[in-house]
T-cell receptor, first 110, second 116 residues
């Protein structure tokens, strides 16, 4: 059983649409990270959220950390083909223990 | 800087064979880790190390050994390969100093392993 569950697992949308990816857990984390992974490469960090209720924006991407620090969401506005990839959330506990989510594979169709 | 490097990129093993996946980083990171990635399961932590001479188990350590004799290198050994170990393996590294928290992990390009 994965500590962090992501939904949806797969998402295929048209260019210009908005979408939200969810990352849920029953455990509390000291911080939560979102990574994006391109085919054949390792994940690359997008953002880290640390405070419960924190919202961070990265251009068209908005990340939110739940008040109880057990969940997070990633919202993409006006998706573009360049957003295509695998999105992974990772919960961080003390001592540098990272727990990755199950992943959301996003395809943006031109 | 090369960042995190992994070799080989691809490997096919027969059941029962052993091999070592190599990982090296040139960023002087204290923390290094090994993950496996399987479809629908994200990345799962196999083993990690917080510094030279120190290693610990992650979520799925069975069938794997690690050692950390230097800061730069963190090899992963498969003792007797099984088809269930068919996966993509990623090595990652990060700082560990509290001043640099929260930590960003830097990943290598991965090793795709098939066990027949």
């Amino acid at each position: 059983t994965q500590l962090l569950e992501q939904s949806p697992q797969f998402l295929s949308i048209q260019e210009g649409e908005n979408l939200t990816v969810y990352c849920n857990s029953s455990s509390v984390f000291s911080s939560l990270q979102w990574y994006r992974q391109e085919p054949g490469e390792g994940p690359v960090l997008l953002v880290t959220v640390v405070t419960g209720g924190e919202v961070k924006k990265l251009k068209r991407l908005t990340f939110q950390f739940g008040d109880a620090r057990k969940d997070s969401s990633l919202h993409i506005t006006a998706a573009q083909p360049g957003d295509t990839g695998l999105y992974l959330c990772a919960g961080v506990r003390t001592g540098n223990q990272f727990y990755f989510g199950t992943g959301t594979s996003l395809t943006v169709i031109p | 800087n090369a960042g995190v490097t992994q070799t080989p990129k691809f490997q096919v093993l027969k059941t029962g064979q052993s091999m070592t996946l190599q990982c090296a980083q040139d960023m002087n990171h204290e923390y290094m880790s090994w993950y496996r990635q399987d479809p629908g399961m994200g990345l799962r932590l196999i083993h990690y190390s917080v510094g030279a001479g120190i290693t610990d188990q992650g979520e799925v350590p069975n069938g794997y050994n690690v050692s950390r004799s230097t800061t730069e290198d963190f090899p992963l050994r498969l003792l007797s390969a099984a088809p269930s170990q068919t996966s993509v393996y990623f090595c990652a590294s990060s700082y560990r100093e509290p001043a640099r928290s929260p930590y960003e992990q830097y990943f290598g390009p991965g090793t795709r392993l098939t066990v027949t």
